[in-house]
């Protein structure tokens, strides 16, 4: 691919931002447009999504909408062309042919609507599995969207206008346009009274929107949902199968719910399945097949197959008892449009020296990395010595997220600290999730080696520095090549996002990972907030998506990334990071994060050419 065809501009550049604009982002970095052809291209815009609560709102300044039971999509129309995106953003225009079809036939120009995609049952009412069998059928007439908002419309941003408007303005767009494009109307009356009628009906719940609110993006109390009928997405940990049926399928199946770090048991689904449901979930679920549980705590399921909880199930249930488990569990579908939070593996095992036992608290273990290899402190000293000042400029001053190697165990750590030398800053932060926590910091070289005492080997800093830890002062963005990826692919996505962020008014600087890949990492001339920066990597990386997504894709889904490349912009966000430049990696050979110049990268230097023994000059090591 020419570096030209992936060239990208944005309606608002960093460089122009005025830094009283800079927290919030909202204003232009989700209406970020990518340049394709020479003409603008509207973007997936993130989903405002409603909070739970326990009962409907009763005054008079809310609309009430039913809440439909099938998959959040947007379209996105331009010049009669459409596409439809998932909740995560993935392009299902695929999946939703009828709909995109009817989409790119509506009279404007552009718009973008935000709706409900749903199949509807015998009975009239959304019906969840039928939805899911449909969606193998790219022409069903049975898809229908059920639009409730109107975000754009031929040129003018809607967010901002009341939401009696936008849904004036969308209900005059799609008239004559149904069963497949179907206006969701809403009723003016009273919460309760809309939510007793939805309940008597079977539906799931209602939702309630405030009638003078604009839209904005992530969950807000200015919309709020019930339900009729608890329902939620679990991981499946285990099925049991239908003996000596043919073909073959699941009885049942194991689900489990997160806690903190922890994967818990949560409960058997044994309903809900029809024949063909019970073979494909059988068939989906034969590749993620392992010998062992995946949950924290063992639990006694001598029938149990377990597989990777890397699935996700829509169960349906009526109430949780005191252990976490669910009650009168009713299987409804799996949830493809989302993508399961990667187990954490279990704490590792004990080991005994001098009569004692001696292990990892499982609370201390974020991630635990198995195939690791770690340097001797001696080794980690001798290095910090060597590379303190280069390293310093990268690391100083910044909250450090750490991997650490203590009683063999090498891994991500959280939580209480050991004890901490005195040449290692403690920094009091309030965490997203409640409470307090403590981050290290260090700014000389007595504080890297206070960092070897603690058994530290890899670091990853923040993207902010501990004067200011609320605002991002620089952006990454992580290139990792799936299975099958040459890695002169890897270089030229990488100069392709170069010449993006360089139309974006960023001056980007590439690292070397020391593992599979390439960071491009960019100083911010005015501080945004952790969210706003998430959101103008994400914009970065989908203008690339955008030119070739057989090529790239956002998601971390290992089923997606063979031979494409996964533009991780995840590392952006509070608390999120990146390997630190100069960082040691736990891996053979000890390769070393760091940054490099753009010659290099054109002449394909590998991601692990620096070592511990060699951090100024690479090891000769030849691209593939």
């Known amino acids: 691919m020419e570096k030209s065809a992936a060239l990208c501009i944005y309606t608002i550049s960093l460089k122009f931002l005025e830094p009283a604009a800079a927290p919030g982002l909202e204003s232009w970095s989700s209406r970020r447009a990518c340049m394709s052809s020479g003409k603008d291209r509207l973007s997936f815009i993130e989903f405002q999504s409603p909070t739970l609560v326990a009962k409907a709102p009763e005054d008079g300044d809310w609309l009430h909408e039913i809440k439909y039971d099938g998959y959040r999509t947007q379209l996105i129309v331009e010049d009669g062309m459409a596409r439809a995106f998932t ?29 409900e995609a749903v199949v509807l049952g015998d009975t009239g009412l959304p019906d969840y599995q039928a939805l899911e069998r449909e969606l193998g059928r790219p022409n069903s007439a049975r898809l229908i969207l059920y639009a409730f908002d109107l975000l754009y419309l031929n040129g003018r941003d809607l967010r901002h206008r009341p939401l009696v408007e936008r849904k004036a303005a969308l ?30 009906m079977g539906l799931e719940g209602i939702v309630s929107k405030r009638a003078d609110a604009p839209y904005r993006s992530g969950v807000q109390t200015s919309w709020v949902k019930v339900k009729c009928i ?9 099925f049991v199968e239908k003996l000596g049926a043919e073909p073959r399928r699941i009885a049942s199946l194991y689900i489990g719910r997160r806690e903190d770090d922890r994967l818990l048991y949560a409960g058997k689904a044994q309903s809900g399945y029809t024949l063909e449901v019970a073979r494909r979930v059988r068939e989906r679920l034969d590749p993620l097949v392992i010998d062992k549980s995946p949950l924290s705590v063992d639990v006694d399921k001598p029938k149990a197959t377990w597989v990777r909880p890397e699935v996700l199930a829509e169960v349906q249930f009526s109430g949780v ?5 669910l009650r009168e569990a009713v299987f409804k579908g799996l949830r493809e449009d989302l993508v399961a939070i ?37 080794e980690l000293i001798r290095y910090w010595q060597h590379v303190a000042d280069q390293a310093l400029v990268h690391l100083g001053r910044r909250p450090l997220k750490i991997v650490r190697h203590t009683f063999g165990t090498t891994f991500y750590h959280k939580g209480m600290l050991p004890e901490i030398p005195a040449a290692v800053h403690q920094l009091r932060i309030k965490k997203r999730e409640g ?20 058994d530290a080997v890899e670091l990853h800093p923040w993207n902010a520095t501990v004067d200011d830890i609320e605002h991002a002062d620089r952006l990454v963005l992580d290139l990792d090549p799936g299975e099958g990826v040459e890695w002169a692919e890897v270089t030229e996505t990488a100069l392709a996002l170069r010449d993006i962020m360089s139309a974006a008014g960023l001056e980007s600087r590439p690292k070397v990972t020391g593992g599979k890949g390439i960071h491009l990492m960019a100083p ?20 690339l998506v955008d030119t070739d997504p057989d090529r790239y894709l956002l998601s971390a889904d290992p089923r997606a990334r063979r031979g494409r490349i996964f533009l991780d912009y995840l590392r952006n966000g509070r608390g999120n990071t990146a390997v630190g ?17 753009w010659a290099q990268v054109e002449r394909n230097i590998r991601p692990d050419a620096f070592t511990m023994d060699h951090p100024f000059r690479a090891a000769g090591r030849k691209a593939a």
Request: positive net charge; glycine residues 8%.
């Open 230 to 238: 608890k329902s939620d997405t679990f991981p499946i940990v285990a």
């Open 342 to 378: 990667p187990a954490k593996p279990s704490a590792p095992s004990q080991r005994r020296a001098s009569g004692k036992d001696h292990r990892v608290p499982r609370e201390n273990i974020l991630q635990l990395l198995p195939d690791a290899v770690s340097p001797s402190k001696d």
């Open 321 to 325: 008892t005191d252990r976490g488990v």
């Open 435 to 454: 409470g307090e926590g403590t981050r290290v910091w260090v700014d000389d070289l007595a504080g890297l080696l206070g960092l070897v005492e603690m």
């Open 87 to 115: 909740r995560r953003g993935y392009d299902w225009s695929h999946r939703y042919r009828r709909i995109v079809q009817a989409a790119a036939g509506l009279p404007v120009k552009s718009a973008i609507i935000d709706g």
């Open 581 to 597: 430049a100069y960082s040691p990696r736990a891996r053979p050979g000890f390769p070393i994060a760091r940054p490099v110049t």
């Open 524 to 543: 911010l001339a005015v501080k945004i907030t952790h969210d706003g920066a998430r959101q103008l990597a994400k914009s970065l990386a989908q203008c």
């Open 171 to 200: 209900e005059k767009l799609l008239k004559d346009k149904a069963p497949t494009l179907t206006y969701a109307e809403h009723l003016e009356v009273s919460g309760r009274e809309m939510f007793d009628h939805a309940c008597r």
